[in-house]
């Protein structure tokens, strides 16, 4: 008999945050494992014009961007549009995608991986690469486990 999936609710003093050097930083909402796999949650903040994610794909899962304040430009499979406060993008597996903040905005979005892949060690090395405390190259190790491929 599989185990029953208990409803989750996490309040914002219980996140962690990973603070990014331009101000922006991550909120660490949900991993897979506090979903039963279902999906993974992060809030983003970047700050103005800054980038959030070179090109990328992830093989298993489709990562959801809602676009909570701010304009965000997206890349996806090689096609360039911006997104709005209160604008949703989907990328479904396979897709490669780079987003930032647009030129001239900062920008806050609601990211959510489907299904869930335990992410949060990820997110946490992101915030040492960019601080200059690791390579990215040692990020690319770990593109399987966390099922996040760099072309």
Same mark, same amino acid.
């Given at each position: 008999?599989?185990?029953?999936?208990?409803?989750?609710?996490?309040?914002?003093?219980?996140?962690?945050?990973?603070?990014?050097?331009?101000?922006?930083?991550?909120?660490?909402?949900?991993?897979?494992?506090?979903?039963?796999?279902?999906?993974?949650?992060?809030?983003?903040?970047? *700050?103005?014009?800054?980038?959030?994610?070179?090109?990328?794909?992830?093989?298993?899962?489709?990562?959801?961007?809602?676009?909570?304040?701010?304009?965000?430009?997206?890349?996806?499979?090689?096609?360039?549009?911006?997104? *709005?406060?209160?604008?949703?993008?989907?990328?479904?597996?396979?897709?490669?995608?780079?987003?930032?903040? *647009?030129?001239?905005?900062?920008?806050?979005?609601?990211?959510?991986?489907?299904?869930?892949?335990?992410?949060?060690?990820?997110?946490?090395?992101?915030?040492?690469?960019?601080?200059?405390?690791?390579?990215?190259?040692?990020?690319?190790?770990?593109?399987?486990?966390?099922?996040?491929?760099?072309?």
């Amino acid at each position: 008999m599989s185990e029953i999936q208990k409803a989750l609710v996490v309040h914002a003093e219980e996140t962690e945050r990973i603070d990014l050097p331009d101000g922006g930083g991550f909120r660490l909402l949900a991993d897979a494992r506090h979903t039963g796999g279902a999906l993974g949650a992060n809030r983003l903040s970047l *700050a103005e014009g800054a980038a959030g994610a070179r090109s990328h794909f992830h093989a298993l899962s489709t990562e959801l961007f809602h676009v909570l304040d701010g304009v965000m430009r997206f890349t996806l499979d090689g096609v360039t549009t911006t997104v *709005a406060a209160g604008g949703l993008v989907s990328v479904p597996p396979g897709t490669p995608h780079s987003f930032g903040a *647009a030129p001239g905005s900062a920008a806050e979005l609601l990211v959510v991986l489907a299904p869930g892949v335990d992410r949060f060690g990820y997110f946490r090395s992101l915030g040492r690469i960019r601080h200059g405390l690791e390579s990215f190259d040692d990020l690319l190790a770990e593109q399987g486990r966390y099922d996040v491929h760099f072309p």
